[in-house]
Nanobody, 121 residues
Framework: QVQLVESGGGLVQAGGSLRLSCAASGIIVSIRAMGWYRQAPGKQRELVATITTGGTTDYADSVKGRFTISRDNAKNTVYLQMNSLKPEDTAVYYC???????????????WGQGTQVTVSS
């Protein structure tokens, strides 16, 4: 019913920048929170950043001051601008959206397929 398609991952040197995008499509009535998680090899998935419909943001301590989350509500799209990247930022990044669809009364979390970000030292 809802698809989240991510783009923008890749390989970058330490200190470089990448911008991730995630577009939600389907029979969407409204989206509340959107955000990004990441999972490095051998580690648990961790929250990177979230943003509400009104633009309130929250970040993991490890990315504060380096990453910026934003969204375009008209396009159902969330972005993650990543600057001053470090090797420890290497992970698969997953976007999510808390969505209400035409066929469901409750909001449900949907996830993207993940995009690899690799930062070389």
């Amino acid at each position: 019913q809802v698809q989240l398609v991510e783009s923008g991952g890749g390989l970058v040197q330490a200190g470089g920048s990448l911008r991730l995008s995630c577009a939600a499509s389907g029979i969407i009535v409204s989206i509340r929170a959107m955000g990004w998680y990441r999972q490095a090899p051998g580690k648990q998935r961790e929250l990177v950043a979230t943003i509400t419909t009104g633009g309130t943001t929250d970040y993991a301590d490890s990315v504060k001051g380096r990453f910026t989350i934003s969204r375009d509500n008209a396009k159902n799209t969330v972005y993650l601008q990543m600057n001053s990247l470090k090797p420890e930022d290497t992970a698969v990044y997953y976007c999510y959206a808390n969505v209400r669809t035409l066929t469901a009364y409750l909001y449900t979390d949907y996830w993207g397929q993940g995009t690899q970000v690799t930062v070389s030292s």
